[in-house]
């Protein structure tokens, strides 16, 4: 009995040891701004169509704000051109989409043509055409071998960039990527988890602009201001649609990408050539009509309605069908 | 399609996958995976691990253990440990970390937010079960009240104490693949990141995730044996 004791007694002695090695320390604040402002667009309403109504189409998109309200703006106009529309708006990662999309699980998704381009066809981030139609035309040749299509792009481009606080901008001398060279070492970088070893992202920086940071670390994209603030990161991957950047103008700035080592994407519409044949001529036709309002200030808008207004994608595509006059 | 589900198929990809480096699309020509690494992020994520069980540990079991000598506190021990299984882990990273920042600082408590309930309700179930007439004799021989808790109750309670430390840290290690998200690179990297490590890494992941949480899954019930009391083996055998 007595020796049983001793062993638990060593027992708990151990685990407290081992708890009392933990430290925790740390604290902060957090602090939020707004701005609103009306979409413009233009086309006219769109019509129901009756003949549409026994036709399923399911949208998809990726899990970040940007590509859900995308995904609400696509599936709310194509039920108002009267299909049948369900929505997946959680999509992991391209990779998840797109085997999504060939399964038929989803009719289609939205997707960056530099991110498809890069991700799914193996292009290096040069080689990704700047001109919005050719990378479209591209990707869509690529998907077309597989059975697949993509629509024509969005308006409005969106891509990785490397953002800082205006205060460390200005301390270390810092406009374009390549004013990183000697002081990158001194900052550390933040970004999402795959940042890390994608070649459009921190292995392209190393790579390509021969940068070193003096660390990386990788959250969650929802946190990729928060880390800023927190004065935790020097540096931090942001998105140029971000609103952010244009409602803290005063607070955040990217650096010009001089090298281009993050392509910018318009967005494509990707989905299977045989949903398009069996979805009707009102599928694409409505698609197209409801992104032409969609340039950089209005997704930037759309984008600040979620992000800072705490808007939900659903009530945010609403808002931008209606206010540009698609639905009533 | 193969004769098998694709996930089979993969399975051998998997295993290489955790073995050898591989080629992948999006890296630049850098290649992923390999042995060094899958070491590298399973300590990692045993380090993340062990130190959120510690802090639930501390936490949870003297309060478990309190309460349950004193017979009190029913609903806050069993309803809060309850009420606690049904938090949403990834919210409360998230929460943490829109507070305090990210790292290690954040994924700890988070998740040792988690091991909390189980151990909290064991322990104290674990010592309300123990006979009441036990404790009394142990009272008539004059043993302090915390000579009680230590000398009586905690070891004749040791099988089902035991029983939730097991579950927490079940619950932890599976759950410590999304430290990635806020900072600390785990195991969850190969298993959130697909784009970058493919099928098989993400399957890899999965695999080494469920070898860790078996090696410790044994090395407490080893533990167990060794502290239960040679009385209760025979009781129970």
Redesign the interface.
Known sequence: ?RT??T???I?LAA??A??L??G?????S?SDSSSSEEAEGGGGAIVSNPENGNVNLTIGSKNFPEQEILGEIYAQALKAAGYKVKSALNL?????ALRAVKSGQISGYPEYASTAL??FF?L?PEEVPSDANEAWEKANEEFEKEGLQAFEPTPFASANAVGTTKKTAEKYGLETISDLEGVSEKLSL?GS??CR????CL??LE?LYGLKFKSF????I??RY??LE?G?ADLSILFTTDPQLSAESDKFVILEDDKEVFPAGNVIFVTKKSTTEKAGPDYEKTILQVQEGLNLKVMQELDARVELEKQTPKEAAAAYLKSAGYTE | MSAFHPLFASFGGAIEFILTPQESNVTGGKKVGGLEKAIELTLKQLEVTVLALALALIIALPIGLYLGHRGKGELLAVGLGNAGRAIPELAVIALVAALIGVGLVTVTPALALLGIPPILTNAYVGVRQVDPATVDAARGMGMSELEIIRKVELPLAIPTVMGGIRGATIAIVATATIAPLAGVVTLGDFIINQSIYGENGVLAGAILVALLALTLEGLLALLQRRLTSDGLKLQTA
Not at chain 1, 197 to 200: A, F, L, P, S
Request: charged fraction near 25%.
């Open positions: 009995m049983d004791h062993r638990l007694r027992a685990l407290l081992l708890a090695s933990l925790i320390a740390a604290c902060g957090s992991g990662s391209e990779t998840v890069t991700s193996g290096e933040y988890p795959e070893q994608r070649i459009d292995a392209g790579k670390t990788p959250v969650d929802s946190l928060n880390v927190k935790q």
